[in-house]
Nanobody, 113 residues
Framework: QVRLVESGGGLAQPGGSLRLSCVVS????????MGWYRQAPGKQREVVAL???????TYADSVKGRFTISRDNAKNTVYLQMNNLNAEDTGVYYC???????WGQGTQVTVSS
């Protein structure tokens, strides 16, 4: 059974930082591209950042220079370091594997003063 479990969300102040983690089990993590997505209230889910099996990264324009995606194949974990957060970053953050499309349950990120 494949499981993706996110953690690290919470409340942050504008300008603050959070680090999300997604632990994957039940699949060969090193062979899977991984991504972070988010869904803000009333909006569609959107891609935030992607990382390939060989470490190439892609970011949404809205997070470039502020967010960093990384992976640790030894720990079957993908991370999202989020710096200089703003209110528009509020939403539920999900990790997803590719090409075998599995989703985690999501972790809430709220940016508010």
């Amino acid at each position: 059974q494949v499981r993706l479990v996110e953690s690290g969300g919470g409340l942050a102040q504008p300008g603050g930082s959070l680090r999300l983690s997604c632990v994957v089990s039940g699949m060969i993590f090193s062979r899977s591209d991984m991504g972070w997505y988010r869904q803000a209230p009333g909006k569609q889910r959107e891609v935030v950042a992607l990382i390939t099996t060989d470490g190439r990264t892609t970011y949404a324009d809205s997070v470039k220079g502020r967010f960093t995606i990384s992976r640790d194949n030894a720990k079957n974990t993908v991370y999202l370091q989020m710096n200089n957060l703003n209110a528009e970053d509020t939403g539920v953050y999900y990790c997803k594997s590719s090409p075998w499309a599995y989703w985690g349950q999501g972790t809430q990120v709220t940016v508010s003063s």
